[in-house]
């Protein structure tokens, strides 16, 4: 499942690679990165235990894990980032503190690009994708809705810095 959704993600939004410094500090300041010397980055182990993820993937392409959490998988897809600016940034711990309430603000927004569809209440989460482009925002909540005539569809709901969702739904068809 995590090779489909990595690919399901290069092909709709092919991010960039550049890297200079000033590039890779515009980005990281995006993310809500404080340039503290003294702070230090979480590490591997500290992000796969917070998420209770149990695979990790460096690829090319970027960072890829399996989190449980509810007794369901979330995969999680940082795309065109290296192993080092995943875990340099700061956001992991409140992401996983705050994500009921933000899977709940997604809901919300769906349900209101869909009020007649009985199935988005009962939609699951099934990825956060972070993407180097900026394409999802910050980050992004996915949920697979399955198949459609088109392909498999996505949706998804974007989140600024500031974690305020946006109020336009993306979809994704693969």
């Known amino acids: ?16 690679i550049d890297e200079s410094p000033e590039t890779q500090n515009a980005l990281l300041d995006k ?29 090319s392409c970027g960072v890829y894990f ?20 995943i875990l340099a940034m700061p956001f992991w ?6 994500l009921d309430e933000l899977d709940r603000q ?6 209101k690009e869909f009020p007649d569809d009985e199935d988005i209440p009962g939609l699951a989460l099934t990825d956060i994708t972070i993407d180097k ?5 910050t980050f992004s909540l996915c949920y697979d809705t ?17 974690f305020v969702p946006s109020p336009k739904v993306g979809y994704d068809t693969f």
């Open 1 to 16: 499942m995590v090779t489909k959704n990595r690919t399901k993600t290069k092909l709709v939004c092919k991010g960039f």
């Open 133 to 137: 482009s900026g394409c999802y925002g």
């Open 146 to 162: 399955g198949d459609s005539p088109a392909g498999e569809l996505y949706l998804n709901v974007s989140f600024d810095e500031q």
């Open 106 to 111: 997604a809901h919300e927004i769906l349900q």
């Open 93 to 98: 711990e409140r992401l996983a503190q705050e």
């Open 31 to 59: 993310m809500g990165r404080k340039r503290n010397k003294e702070r230090t980055q979480m590490t591997k182990e500290q992000l796969l235990s917070l998420w209770n993820a149990d695979t990790w993937e460096v690829m």
């Open 66 to 85: 399996t989190a449980h959490r509810a007794d369901k998988e979330l995969h999680i897809n940082c795309n065109d980032y290296t192993e080092a600016e």
